[in-house]
């Protein structure tokens, strides 16, 4: 957690009004620039200092031996580690021979805006050299959605005190230092160096870099052009060497005068294709900017931009920071997939390195759920990557013995990189959970082709795989056993509700695709008999249930093992993966995040409200929230069974989970599960929002603080807004065609262009359920900041 | 499996009469010589050929970093790792210049001798050489029970065709090369060169090195001293290096000469004394042999094994090949513990780095009761070995939250060293495997000593970490959750029957323990309300019982998981391990090694007769088999529940797994837990020994095949012989007071130096149960070979 609040609190941006060198770290996760193709760290334009120097490419690793004291059967020989690519945000300047540089001189004034509309990272310094020369620097930098491959910087240069001789350099840097990544001496040693250089080439104001990488032998192009506006005698130079491509703009300004340097940046990589064509790729996306300039970047940008908020907002009235968290979090999940494009989205989008730039099932279960409904384009293209990795699942189920596709725990490419089987391997749920997200394309976008051409075998083979893993007992029912559910504090056991219930959901949604689909699903070789053993595994699923307690348990026996010692746990023991050992973790009754609560929400239609009221307040004394994929979770179920206030507590710290680094590792890239969430919260928390079997339902209700809360999704290509203030909702189907949906118990038909208002009254409450000592949320209190 | 039988069958010897080098490997482990404290490989006097040269010392390890791509907390960092000192067997021989190597000239005949009544290893070896040249050279080699820190060498070389030109060089050689170690780079890199030079010294015909290890710290000298017996005009010189010292004969023998050295070779070493205490240590340990002389040796050496035998040897009429493996067994078994001295008994002994050097389960469970009855002084010193490992197994315990003694699943110095928590950290039966060595030792040998100053803290310590381990329920019900039993294709369960029920014992012995020893309890901290604590969770701990299939569950929820599919798994898929996911075998009923059959024999006191038949015949079907533990359990419950052939089977495949290298891996060291094994299988299988509760009982049977079995032991300090032949058993006290024990139903006072005979009838048997397909043991045909 920080110690202050380093950002201002407006609705539409985040700034930055001083620069604390210790939190540049964070900044530069906070100020990261993606479009999910390409991803800038925020860091400073001079490139020093830094928390963490960052560019990455969607689907851009290395691969590195995993090491193992004792290998295993089909355990991962390598892993993909997100490489730190040639850094094309450098522009470093010099001012009467002097380094501009934060750390020397006097930083007069600081200033960062990220433009939530715009989508800019805008700078603007004032500096005094130790020399005593004033000047001002004013950098605006974009990552384009519009144009996947380029980045663009206007960097502006203005003295301050008279006649200034100025050099800027602006330049390509591979392989640049960095932090090292990895405490293994093996791994640190393929990444230290990651770009093996193939090509130079500089032309005019503009070159390129070729490099590949050393194992996993992707081959990437960076290439950099430049518009250079200064005044009469500035002189420009360009040169490139293996690592190194640097335009040099000498020039001498005098008082009112400028020097303004237009920056576009090209990437361009692949697996397969040869170093001309990759070469030209980036040449072309360079030119194509140059085309449309400055100015035609930005106006494309904000273009896009306006049409995401036009479907996408969320507005809240009663909490400012709040407000802008919101649309803090749902803009950086657009960067995190708007052009990801059959690559995975990861983790931490393209932020930063943490969890090695792997993508985990987070990715299905938070975020596609949001851009379905927000950007329904790019959640379409996350499932088309998870499709074109099916050989590689197929090829990990039949290593593991099993049918059907079991995609990875984490991985870029899509290999299985996990080195931990119990909390990987064993983690099968990833399987429902791509599937899951799959029937929710498909029944929020009506896209029945995708459904046909990508979701319908995304949905036999993971059925298979959930056919092949479990078996009925001598009664009849049917178990999953040996696996591990969304609580890491638990692990290889059987019948975890989650899995069990995901799986169901999985194999009955692959039934009923099949039926939508019987040519293509023959094709698949699905047969009745297949389709029978699906519907009978799914009507026959266990689901255990303690009849002592009243409660579900998370997982077979779960309920009667002895509790987590809470009360002789100290805070800095927290988190406890970090202080205790597995075993004892997962013997015990602690969770780290939601998982029954989890299957609360994700299969609320297999509980009913008694049970929803009585599992959540028994499992949420056991849940430590040791993971940012927890409080949003808890935010939705608390939000369902009438705790407004606790939905709310743990509403704000999803969204502020970055702004204000309440997990402490921001620096290392953003939660952009937990930021995606925060969405969630609002809209299936508050909203009340439901899906289940393709119907949309709300249940709206808003927690005292707040004075309104409205929020905007697209529904089968109509765009729907639902206004909740206390007592009344109302729904506006902007356009399209007449739209039914349940509001509480009642069903409604929405005219396109009219509102319908319905009252809705304050839910029935309980006592507020306890958590572990110290591990419940900060009570949320607006206003606490700016 | 080898091929051929390579060893003829013969009583009290083990013989190889050619020299096939495709099985030199496996005859090194054969012929391995060790007192327990000093072990060397079988290895060609002249140190090459060979498998895979070995001297070792118990105790004597290196460190190595563990690697863990994703690392966790209470992971050990370091492994450690047995080392192959410096070399003391080497004797190099040059005949008219030409080195005698087996692999070049003519072998015209080899014959080596393991003697098991004089404890010596003979070689007759005749050759000619490229040359031309014949001669035979005799050696004889020990390895010291009586001189701890002594080996010796008798090599004799008579030339056959007149006046040749001898050299014979006795060596010392340090840092020698051999096979890798490991895959691990980093750890076959530690291990490579582990011994760093610190002092040479020659005088005389004695040289000493000494060395030190780079991480361990770990300092050894080894020294050799000899006395030459050759024709006039013999010359000898001796020179030293940092790895090297070497004694030169240099001779020229006519017909009916010989030259005849004696090697004296003496190791000492230790991780704290100073450098001129363990060369002064070896120094000393020389010249005790030097004046004993070889005949001085030889004759200790038989006058020491000679003492065993009376109080050991097992008869066995009707399977000479099983007598021989059943002597064979013992030998090694002795070899392994008899000089042990409060270091750890491995797995391997000192016979090879299978399993790095690392002590196990196994030495309590399968050796110290062998031990205990036929060497007690030995079992003794290796729980000794334990009790001084216990500021470690504290710290362990604290380290993962646990009270007492949490011991590690595999060590050499006693740090855990497994790298795998599954199946090293949750695998606590170890401790009770402890206690239970304990408990049976001083039961066995009334030493009431040994249980006031070693064994009560050993007993409480463990007990303690039972408590803390396991919980009560709701029900009062003592559970230990989240453990693993010995069946490595279960893990991470929650009461495996064979943990709770060695618990049980623990906490019970422990509060026997106790009560025996008051004084010492209370400095202990034992209290009343302790013991109360360790008698409560005793008495309520839970045994999963299946009421529908009428057995036991080896841990909850056993019997409810899927079968494995035995007849969809090939023969070349056994071992599973290597080629399924644990995720998959774990949640299968698939046993790797007997588990609750373990539980029916050291827990028989807590089954009924028809749950043994019943628990017996249902894990029989699911045991395959993949450790070598497995034979020798499964043939004492056979035995038990009247399945004596079945029982005769499996003795058969515990007694000779490294003669026949049914595991096909003795090359890497023999199995000291199946041999000791062996012995329980005879005494505890047909002799039907038992002593649960301090009491000796006995259930003779044996087997149609077998005319008569005898076997001896000691209890109390009698010696006791028990002769089974068909239909009768005869009890012969041999010496001491009068002994009480159990014949079936009936107690009987047997009186020194009168013997007893009693009736048995052959009990009334079922089908004989099933294994998987291809897993159960072959049957047993005498005089297969030899």
């Known amino acids: 957690m920080i110690p202050e609040p380093i950002f201002t609190v407006e609705p539409w941006s985040i700034t930055e009004d001083q620069l604390q060198l210790g939190l540049l770290p964070h900044a530069e996760s906070v100020f990261a620039l993606s479009n999910g193709h390409i991803g800038m760290r925020g860091n400073l334009d001079e490139g020093e200092p830094f928390g963490q120097p960052g560019t990455y490419l969607a689907g851009f690793y290395e691969t590195r031996p995993l090491p193992y004291a004792e290998a295993g059967y089909s355990y991962p020989e390598d892993g993909q580690t997100a490489v730190n690519v040639t850094n094309g945000k450098i522009i470093r300047l010099l001012v009467d021979d002097e380094p501009f540089d934060v750390r020397y001189g006097t930083l007069l004034s600081h200033r960062r805006v990220l433009d939530l509309r715009a989508g800019t990272l805008e700078r603007v310094v004032r500096w005094r050299s130790p020399a005593g020369r004033e000047l001002e620097v004013r950098s ?6 519009v144009q996947r491959g380029i980045a663009a910087i206007r960097y502006e240069v203005r003295p301050l005190d008279g006649e200034t001789r100025i050099v800027v350099q602006s330049e390509l840097v591979a392989n640049e230092p960095g932090p ?40 990437m192009a960076a290439g950099m052009d430049h518009v250079v506006e200064g005044p009469e005698g500035t002189v420009v130079d360009i040169e490139s060497h293996d690592d190194l491509a640097r335009l040099t703009v000498a020039t001498e300004i005098g008082d009112g005068q400028s020097l303004v340097l237009t920056k576009l940046i090209g990437y361009g990589w692949s697996s397969r294709r040869s170093l001309p064509a990759v070469r030209d790729q980036v040449d072309a996306a360079l030119s194509s900017a140059v085309r449309s ?19 996408a907002d969320v507005e809240i009235d009663g909490d400012a920071e709040l407000q802008q968290a919101i649309r803090f979090a749902l803009f950086h999940t657009l960067q995190a997939g708007a052009r990801t494009e059959r690559r995975a989205i990861a983790a931490k989008g393209l932020t930063g390195t943490g969890y090695d730039g792997h993508a985990f099932w987070d990715t299905e279960t938070f975020v596609l759920p949001v851009l379905t409904y927000t950007a329904p384009h790019a959640a379409a293209d996350a499932l088309r990557w998870r499709h074109s990795t099916l050989p590689l699942a197929h090829e990990r189920a039949f290593q593991l013995g099993l049918e059907g596709a079991a995609f990875p725990w984490r991985t870029i490419r899509g290999q299985e990189c996990s080195a931990y089987w119990p909390a990987g391997t064993a983690a099968f749920h990833v399987a429902a959970d791509v599937a899951d997200a799959v029937i929710r394309h498909v029944d929020v976008t009506g896209d029945l082709v995708f459904e046909r051409d990508i979701g319908l075998r995304l949905l036999v083979e993971t059925a298979r795989l959930w056919r092949s893993l479990g078996h009925h007992d001598v009664e009849g029912d049917f178990h999953i056993d040996g696996v591990t559910g969304p609580d890491e504090y638990t692990a290889i056991v059987d019948d975890n509700v989650y899995t069990n219930l995901m799986a169901q959901r999985n194999l009955r949604g692959a039934v009923e695709a099949a039926a939508r689909h019987p040519r293509t699903a023959a094709h698949l070789g699905v047969d009745d008999e297949e389709l029978a053993a699906w519907r009978d595994a799914a009507n026959a699923m266990c ?3 303690d009849e002592r307690l009243g409660v579900h348990q998370q997982s077979q026996g779960f309920t009667r093992h002895a509790e987590w010692d809470f009360a002789g746990t100290a805070p800095e023991q927290y988190p406890l993966l970090l202080n205790f050992p597995y075993f004892d973790l997962y013997r015990k009754q602690v969770v780290k995040q939601p998982d029954l609560v989890l299957a609360l929400y994700k299969r609320g239609d297999a509980f009913t409200d008694e049970q929803k009221a009585r599992d959540f307040a028994y499992y949420e004394r056991l849940t430590v929230r040791d993971s940012s994929l927890s409080a949003c979770a808890q935010a939705i179920v608390a939000a369902e069974v009438g705790q407004l206030d606790l939905a709310y507590d743990y509403f704000g710290e999803a969204a502020l ?3 204000d680094d309440l997990a402490g590792n921001t620096k290392d890239g953003l939660h952009i599960a937990s930021l995606a969430g925060s969405w969630l919260a609002a809209v299936a928390g508050f909203g009340g929002l439901r899906d289940h079997g393709g119907e949309l339902s709300f249940a709206p209700r808003i927690p005292h603080t707040l004075q309104r809360l409205a929020f905007r999704l697209t529904f089968r290509g109509r765009r729907l807004r639902v206004e909740i203030v206390h007592g009344s909702a109302t729904y506006q189907l902007i356009d399209g065609a007449p739209l039914i949906i349940r509001h509480d118990d009642e069903t409604l038909t929405l005219e396109p262009g009219t509102s319908t208002t319905r009252p809705w009254s304050p839910p029935h409450v309980g006592p507020r359920p306890e958590q572990p000592p110290g591990r419940g949320p900060d009570r949320r209190r607006p206003g606490r900041r700016g």
Chains 1, 2 share one sequence.
Do not use: C, M, N
């Open 140 to 145: 605006t930098r974009l990552v384009s959605f």
């Open 180 to 219: 090292a990544v990895s405490r293994d001496p093996r791994a640190a040693a393929a990444l230290a160096h990651p770009l093996v250089p193939e090509l130079h080439e500089d032309h005019q104001r503009r070159a390129v870099l070729v490099h590949q990488t050393r194992a996993s032998k992707i081959r």
């Open 293 to 311: 300039g400055w100015d035609g970047l930005l106006t494309e940008q904000r273009r896009y931009l306006d049409e995401f908020w036009d479907g």
């Open 543 to 545: 689901v255990p249930f």
């Open 657 to 659: 989970v970055d702004l």
